[in-house]
């Protein structure tokens, strides 16, 4: 499994422009499932977002994938309520999970969709990595921590992904993502590299890129 260094700012130049030239790379929907059995056939390494409702997982695959609205992005809480996948290049999916927490539909559905990403996460043969988004402007939630022990207990890698950098400051920045960083290092499957992004801004995002790149396959072949 690629490595990286504990600091994210130390990617190198070449890793940096793999992550850019691999989300170059046209990126089209490939498939949408809200059941384990009509899933695309796992032929790729897959990278999914899972996140609390309006944490900005849709908004922040648009803004990684180069695209304004591949992922269907919304005000109202719980809008993705299925598995969809998206291609990049031939060389790598991006899943989009249902989010989790609160959500305007109900209970009964809730717990469909959470029973779908779990399933997912645990029985998902080409899933390289979960990119496990939290709101920066509010650290971890119940939810978070949940998903996070989930993970660990499945021994599936995850890394922490902060969203909306750019509704918070500097300062407020810098606490969250050291807070996170502590609490990271004590997880079992968690990757110690913490990102704080901004799909608004574009903050974060080229070094997220790099790390997804990593699991890409090379042209022309898995």
């Given at each position: ?6 600091d994210?700012?130390a ?7 793999a ?10 929907f490939?498939?949408?499932s809200?059941?384990?059995d ?5 032929t ?16 922040l ?7 304004k609205?591949?992922?269907r992005?919304?005000?109202t ?5 299925s ?5 990049l ?14 959500a ?9 969709w ?21 709101d ?12 996070m022990?989930l ?10 992904v ?9 300062a ?9 960083e ?11 590299v913490?990102l ?8 974060g ?16 072949g898995a």
């Amino acid at each position: 499994m690629p490595e990286f260094p504990d600091d994210p700012k130390a990617l190198t130049a070449a890793e940096l422009e793999a992550g850019r030239k691999l989300f170059q790379a046209e990126a089209t929907f490939l498939w949408e499932s809200k059941a384990l059995d009509n899933l695309p056939a796992p032929t790729l390494p897959e990278i999914a977002f899972a996140g609390r409702s309006n944490v900005g997982k849709s908004s922040l695959i648009n803004a990684l994938l180069g695209r304004k609205d591949l992922a269907r992005a919304s005000n109202t809480p719980g809008r993705t309520q299925s598995l969809v996948f998206f291609d990049l290049g031939g060389r790598l999916r991006v899943v989009d999970l249902p989010g989790y927490g609160y959500a305007k539909v109900s209970r009964s559905k809730v717990r469909d969709w959470t029973k779908l990403t779990r399933d997912f996460l645990r029985g998902r043969s080409k899933l390289a990595r979960l990119c496990l988004l939290v709101d920066g402007r509010h650290g971890f939630k119940p939810g978070d921590l949940e998903m996070m022990s989930l993970l660990d207990d499945a021994a599936l890698s995850y890394q922490i992904v902060l969203t909306k950098r750019d509704k918070i400051t500097a300062a407020e920045a810098d606490r969250v993502l050291a807070e996170t960083e502590r609490a990271a290092a004590k997880r079992r499957a968690a990757h110690p590299v913490v990102l704080m992004t901004s799909a608004a801004k574009g903050d974060g995002m080229a070094e997220l890129r790099a790390h997804l790149a990593a699991f890409a396959t090379d042209v022309g072949g898995a």
